[in-house]
């Protein structure tokens, strides 16, 4: 007898293995059909085509607006994303003795200034409840809501929808989460996706804590055919080699302060090889005593030239902008 065959096939000769033989055969060939219906009628993986994206090349406006906050938009300014929203209350420029433009001075003045973009979409990107991250959050949106302009939110799932995150503060100040907040109001988790106008944002791992006891999240933002890696705050970690591979970014909006919060200055260099973009601008730093003040961005670009030579660095100061080409 061959080594598969029972006893009881041994007793019913030729003909039981043959039974045994198609039986096995069936299921393989089921197996096989029910393969390949699954992988015909399977969704497209956003991040399988986001690893695998043809670079085409794009253009963006980055305006630093102090601390970890960055205004990114379009030329042309119909799509605008804000990484965080600490504003007119955000205390990043005094140590650079930059007096805060009118556009940021307020929330009316702010509100002001992005209604005279007309913009088609305005995407608020939070990446955790910090106050030098969120401090004008649920106000700014409220005042762009009221507006009547086209804004929308989201962050991590957990923190925008339950009722111990974010879902009452929405409500106290009249802002309704399935409408103010993506996918109806649920945000989006690690390996999730949202969609505002023409952008597109991922949400990624950052080494930090949060308030509301919600994971800290950066993201992957495309806009105007570039493709942006928002650290929010974190620690230099292993899966930025990842986050790299997966979603080959093109420039870095990275946090570089120290102190007792996040990364340095040569730990973000590290990051920004790990991850592989070949732009970058430093942020968090000089908008409290307890992170490096304005010479962490030049520290940034030196250690930036010994671990990624090909690197290209834009030290900003609040307020500034700079036009990136991809």
């Given at each position: 007898m061959d080594s598969q065959t029972t006893p009881k096939e041994q007793e019913l000769g030729d003909d039981g293995r043959r039974r045994r033989d198609f039986v096995?055969?069936?299921?393989?060939?089921?197996?096989?059909?029910?393969?390949?219906?699954?992988?015909?009628?399977?969704?497209?993986?956003d991040h399988r085509?986001?690893?695998?994206?043809?670079?085409?090349?794009?253009?963006?406006?980055?305006?630093?607006?102090?601390?970890?906050?960055?205004?990114?938009?379009?030329?042309?300014?119909?799509?605008?994303?804000?990484?965080?929203?600490?504003?007119?209350?955000?205390a990043g420029w005094d140590r650079f003795g930059v007096k805060k433009p009118p556009e940021y001075a307020s929330a009316k003045g702010f509100v002001d200034y992005v209604a005279?973009?007309?913009p088609d979409a305005v995407f608020v990107l939070l990446t955790h409840d910090h106050g030098d991250h969120m401090g004008?959050?649920?106000e700014m949106?409220?005042?762009?809501s009221d507006a009547g302009l086209p804004v929308k939110t989201t962050g991590q799932s957990d923190m925008m929808r339950s009722e111990r995150g974010l879902v009452p503060k929405f409500r106290k100040v009249g802002l309704d989460p399935s409408k103010i907040v993506v996918n109806g109001g649920a945000g989006m988790n690690f390996g999730g996706v949202s969609r505002h106008g023409e952008m597109t944002a991922h949400l990624i791992p950052a080494l930090h804590s949060n308030l509301?006891?919600?994971?800290?999240?950066?993201?992957?933002?495309?806009?105007?055919?570039?493709?942006?890696?928002?650290?929010?705050?974190?620690?230099?970690?292993?899966?930025?080699?990842?986050?790299?591979?997966?979603?080959?970014?093109?420039?870095?909006?990275?946090?570089?302060?120290?102190g007792p919060f996040t990364m340095g200055p040569q730990d973000a260099a590290q990051a920004s090889a790990w991850v592989g973009v070949s732009?970058?601008?430093?942020?968090?730093?000089a908008h409290n005593g307890l992170v490096l003040g304005v010479e962490a961005g030049e520290q940034y670009?030196?250690?930036?030239?010994?671990?990624?030579?090909?690197?290209?660095?834009?030290v900003m100061k609040p307020g500034e902008q700079r036009l990136i080409t991809v």
């Open positions: 096995r055969g069936g299921f393989t060939l089921g197996g096989a059909i029910a393969l390949a219906s699954t992988a015909s009628a399977a969704p497209k993986d085509a986001a690893a695998t994206r043809t670079h085409t090349g794009g253009k963006l406006l980055v305006r630093w607006l102090g601390g970890g906050v960055t205004e990114i938009a379009t030329p042309d300014y119909k799509q605008i994303a804000y990484g965080d929203a600490w504003i007119w209350n955000n005279s973009k007309k004008d959050y649920f949106l409220k005042a762009l509301c006891c919600y994971p800290s999240a950066g993201f992957i933002l495309d806009i105007g055919g570039v493709r942006v890696y928002l650290s929010g705050d974190t620690d230099l970690f292993g899966d930025m080699r990842l986050i790299g591979e997966r979603y080959k970014p093109d420039l870095g909006i990275v946090c570089v302060g120290g732009h970058a601008i430093p942020v968090h730093y670009r030196q250690a930036a030239s010994h671990v990624a030579p090909s690197l290209q660095v834009s």
